[in-house]
């Protein structure tokens, strides 16, 4: 089980900072992504973190603006995306692999590879 806070009502400029903490699962042993979806359209890929390889894919929309970090201890692990712009108002969930995915700790090229999903919280980036 995945649960996300923090999002809310932002300022164009500011940064958002978003937690998702696993239950039953070690996010050790997991690739952990972040997903968003735009009001009215399907849902995409912000960012993937691979705990094999220590590397963080990312969407084209927040090159040089993405943050993710882990912590294994805590089993959580974070999202950050600064310099926000309007356009990143949408709904964000954090997800990890499916447990029939072969490599959970490499990021799943596919998103229908992704089979854990956190409840979705809503980000507005307004002024």
């Known amino acids: 089980r995945l649960v996300e806070s923090g999002g809310g009502l932002l300022h164009p400029g500011g940064s958002l900072r978003l937690s998702c903490e696993a239950s039953?699962?070690?996010?050790?042993?997991?690739?952990v992504g972040w997903f968003r979806q735009v009001s009215g359209k399907a849902r995409e890929r912000v960012g993937c973190n691979s705990e094999a390889s220590v590397a963080t894919t990312y969407a084209d929309f927040v090159k040089g603006r993405l943050t993710i970090s882990r912590d294994n201890a805590k089993n959580t692990f974070s999202l950050q995306i600064d310099n926000l712009v309007p356009g990143d108002t949408a709904v964000y969930y954090c997800?990890?692999?499916?447990?029939?995915?072969?490599?959970?700790?490499?990021?799943?090229?596919?998103?229908?590879?992704?089979?854990?999903w956190g409840q979705g919280t809503q980000v507005i980036v307004s002024s």
């Open positions: 039953g699962v070690s996010v050790k042993d997991y690739a």
């Open positions: 997800a990890l692999p499916s447990g029939t995915f072969p490599y959970p700790r490499y990021c799943p090229a596919r998103d229908s590879d992704f089979g854990s």
